[in-house]
């Protein structure tokens, strides 16, 4: 289906639709339900997650310690010595400097007084979420020092100083042991500490201090915050695109994300400083490092959970080039290439295999059916093309049934995309993924920007993107309701356009309300509560009303791309037998509008109408009014084949009608 919109033909549609408006003419738009153009693949709306904003740790990886191992480059960041009733006592952190040790240090407390009470306090991420009457459970490993008796008392605290839960470990003998203890909190609060007080006398070595709340995502120990996968999986997304961003390329590429370092026993997995730590001066967070404790296994399960297709990206042999762009010599790629076949192995060879025996042993000995694998995150310039290259040369050999997703690079137009979509396509590439952050109205504008791409190139996966209401990367920048609006008015392009298109993510995903880097984000948290913004709800109203083919939806013959500021999209979903309208009003008038139906013998008499709606552009929700603006569902009779209905001034509608 292709459209030419002129700039004229917009003015002249835009007059005369806004004189209809004036004399309260309904924009009339027609669904031609039996001439489907495009399959809308089950991937096409998704996730992208990205260890950005304490996303990961501090975020949804539910570990409340931060620097649990003494191991971030200052080791006692996030602890504090403690003392009460004149204890005297001293923590050294040692060394065991065997360099291919993922956790060399651990603390080595020593109490030197009888009295009163010795120990350390950890001040969790901004704090630590702790609520009433759930369980908690406290792990350390520990071993006595020769003549040392300590009795380990674990304590929680409130902003106050006041207990609010309690347990007891009495650690025995000099090897090391892990530990383990739960508890009941008494209270709930957002800023909790974490005492280790010892009593007795000596030295007690401790490693791997560990709290995590029992209630998890699917009650799994050293697990997610449920509440925030739970806000994901209601999106009932097609994929879920891992691990970055950024982060895949690292600053440096010591710093690369490796995925190998990122599964098996949590206390082994090595970890490194999150390159978002000091990447904005305006938003240092210098205690931001990357444990993963949600490694690549993880992310594969939660994905299976979830039931998104897994859709790892893999460091292609570049750095950063925002940072030191750093590139691996072609003739030492191997090693890279040969991490991308031990992932497939790792998601989809036998429990047999070398490394789909790490994944059994990890508690998954059935495959993880990855399909997809994307290398390099935003690359540019032909570096990138002679390293995708080598690494489509071998994987295409050994795995023709895995797609790969190569990347246009930061921006959506520009020479360096010119050059990119150009190579690719002249390559065959299969999957090419895009990224716009980019003003409001550029969304607004570019709802026809897939019209005219070529119907048998290479598909396309819109893997970032999210307007920015201030400027790209602006600490300024708001989820707020124009931003979400114009994403929808794009978004409506995207589906009509869902035979190039196949996947689309906004990005990033999740932010800490008090440790971010990066803004606007999807859903935003704290340590206790999670929620969605307006681009949140936009992203699951669009994911959740999929459909299975797109069909033309028609204003005067054209499709409808902000003819007098409205733009919609029609699908049908052929299992339930809907036909499914998206409308979006980004004008501040009430539109009405009367949408004719073809090519059904009739609809039912009662539709349902999802609308998201606010008469201020600069509308946000927050924690404290989390569904500020959000999907409000109200039925709608339908009479014969016309489903007619009022657009509100700055909304979203969705309209599902059984048709037969
Ligand atoms: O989403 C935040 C960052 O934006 C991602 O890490 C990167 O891919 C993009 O530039």
Redesign the pocket.
Known sequence: MKRKYSAFAALVIGIIASANVTAQQPASFVVKANKPTAEIQPTMWGL?F?D?NMGADGGVYAELVKNRSFEFETPMMGWKEAKKGGAEGSVLVHNLGEVDMANRRFARVKVKSATGDYGITNEGFRGMGIKQGNQYNFSVMARQQPGSNIVLNIELVNAKGEKIGETTIKPQGQEWKKYTASFTATATEPKAALNVWTKGQGEIDMDMISLFPKDTWKGRPGGLRADMIQLLADMKPGFLRFP????VEGRTLDERFQWKKTIGPAAERDLIVNRWNTEFKHRLTPDYYQTFGLGFFEYFQVAEDIGAEPLPILNAGMACQ?NTGEVVPLDQLGEYIQDALDLIEFANGPATSEWGKKRAEMGHPEPFNMKYLGVG??QWGEQYIERFKEFEKVLKAKHPEITLVTTTG?FPEGAEFEYLDKTLRAMDAELIDE?Y?RPPQWFRDNATRYDSYDRNGPKIFAG?YAAQSVAIASPDNKNNWETALSEAAFMTGLERNADVVVMASY??LFAHAEGWQ?TPDMIWVDNLRAHGTPNYYVQKLFSTNKGSQVVPMLHQNEAVTGQNGLYASAVKDNETGEIILKMVNTTDKVQNSETVVEGVKKLASKAKVTVMKSDKLDAVNTLENPINISPVEQSLNVKGNKVNLPLAPYSVTVVRVKAS
Do not use: D, M, S, V
């Open positions: 992208f990205e950005i970055g961003g950024c982060i925002f995150n935003e930061p990224h952050y970032e990005a990033p990066w």
